[in-house]
């Protein structure tokens, strides 16, 4: 075992909090790769994974967080992500309040998570036929719309690469061979996650939304459950999944942001 790899552990022990929930050999094995920088405190591991934007991404393992040097990568920006369950915010609010007071930080965004277990959907003579899995060339084109209309800082913008891992869980519309619309989700065993929905604003009208929807509900009868994130105050888009049968999951994430 590696010597990281064993003062992870130790850390693990008594751990108070963390946004890693890796096993210690894969955040080991991270920690050596370039593009990731890491500090050891004697109450926690500290490691930031650099981005393809002017940021870096956050990553902590703390037992003591009153005891944290929060002079740490001082010369970077920083996004960290805290996910909670709703019934343990009493726990997590002083540590999201000094991750603010004491290093820095300011919330950038809070998401919450909805869901719905997966039900039959009627899609009797609906026509489908102008939706079309992504070939090899579409992705660039898919990847260059995501960055256009979603914030890195937020929706963890994925590369090409990843985007192909999604192929066949992603629905495109084409209008004269471009991509107007689609919709990217994750399949994780029976959960089908929705990552990506957009709708070019001139396309809007067109009922292409509600078209994808019903093809991604629908397509796989093995999923049994949906869940999609929301930004809290994005009432439209939580009225339109509600209409849906989505509810809140109790879970939340803050999205933290400290400028260098």
């Known amino acids: 075992m590696h010597r990281k790899e064993k003062y992870l552990e130790k850390i693990k022990r008594g751990i108070n909090?963390?946004?890693?929930?890796?096993?210690?050999?894969?955040?080991?094995?991270?920690?050596?790769?370039?593009?990731?920088?890491?500090?050891?405190?004697?109450?926690?591991?500290?490691?930031?994974?650099?981005?393809?934007?002017?940021?870096?991404?956050?990553?902590?393992?703390?037992?003591?967080?009153?005891?944290?040097?929060?002079?740490?990568?001082?010369?970077?920006?920083?996004?960290?992500?805290?996910?909670?369950?709703?019934?343990?915010?009493?726990?997590?609010?002083?540590?999201?309040?000094?991750?603010?007071?004491?290093?820095?930080?300011?919330?950038?965004?809070?998401?919450?998570?909805?869901?719905?277990?997966?039900?039959?959907?009627?899609?009797?003579?609906?026509?489908?036929?102008?939706?079309?899995?992504?070939?090899?060339e579409d992705f660039d084109s898919i990847q260059q719309l995501i960055e256009l209309n979603f914030s890195p800082h937020t929706d963890k913008i994925p590369s090409v690469l990843e985007l192909k891992e999604f192929r066949e869980t992603t629905f495109i519309i084409k209008n004269d061979l471009e991509i107007v619309a689609f919709f990217i989700t994750e399949k994780k065993g029976v959960t089908l996650e929705f990552r990506y929905w957009l709708v070019l604003e001139e396309f809007r009208g067109r009922r292409y939304g509600d078209l994808l929807m019903k093809r991604v509900l629908s397509f796989d009868p093995e999923i049994k459950r949906v869940t999609s994130w929301i930004r809290q105050g994005n009432d439209n888009v939580i009225h339109a999944h509600k209409q849906m049968g989505f509810k809140e999951d109790g879970l939340t994430n803050y999205i933290l942001h400290r400028k260098k």
């Open 17 to 136: 909090c963390t946004n890693s929930y890796e096993s210690g050999k894969v955040v080991s094995s991270k920690i050596e790769k370039n593009g990731v920088l890491f500090e050891e405190q004697s109450n926690a591991l500290l490691f930031i994974e650099k981005t393809r934007y002017k940021f870096w991404r956050f990553y902590f393992y703390i037992q003591d967080i009153t005891k944290i040097d929060w002079a740490i990568f001082k010369e970077k920006t920083l996004i960290a992500e805290i996910v909670i369950r709703n019934s343990k915010k009493e726990k997590w609010l002083p540590i999201i309040q000094a991750f603010q007071k004491m290093g820095g930080f300011k919330v950038h965004d809070v998401y919450d998570r909805y869901f719905k277990e997966q039900t039959i959907v009627d899609v009797a003579g609906i026509d489908f036929s102008s939706l079309e899995k992504p070939n090899n």
